[in-house]
């Protein structure tokens, strides 16, 4: 979430409440989902750190929106670039390093070439699946 104020914690409910009185982490729990808002400075929050975090959970895809500045020139990332239209889709590919297995977003809805720099362009809503089976394939030739 990219501006400042944003929070997945709902205004007027306990969680809000908590951590408006000072309490650094909150744990809301329900018979089918377990949050942990922890309340700190993020500013220098990196996919390292996120990817630590996550490490014990036995995690085979790790979906991301964001961290385009951490994950441009990585290489062990499979992206998906999503783009307004062709300019924000150049300027988003501008020093960013394979895998780039396609192009979606609003670019989808207006008209425009078949692919850019040779990456694809794929409407999620229509062709998602096929998006969806790169990965899965990348993800078992990576593991074998």
Do not use: C, W, Y
Not at 13 to 42: C, F, Q, W, Y
Not at 58 to 86: C, P
């Amino acid at each position: 979430m990219h501006h400042a104020d944003a929070s997945i914690d709902q205004r007027g409910k306990d969680t809000e409440r908590h951590g408006a009185a000072g309490s650094k982490v909150i744990v809301g729990v329900s018979p089918a989902e377990l949050a942990i808002i922890k309340k700190m400075n993020m500013s220098k929050f990196t996919l390292d750190t996120l990817t630590g975090l996550l490490e014990k959970e036995g995690l085979d895809i790790l979906l991301l929106e964001g961290f385009h500045s951490q994950v441009a020139q990585r290489s062990d990332v499979i992206k998906i670039v999503t783009a307004k239209n062709e300019d924000d889709a150049k300027n988003t590919l501008e020093g960013a390093t394979q895998p780039i297995i396609a192009i979606t977003g609003r670019i989808t809805i207006q008209e425009h070439a078949n692919e850019i720099q040779g990456i694809p362009i794929v409407n999620f809503e229509r062709d998602g699946n096929l998006l969806i089976d790169q990965i899965v394939a990348r993800v078992r030739a990576g593991a074998q």
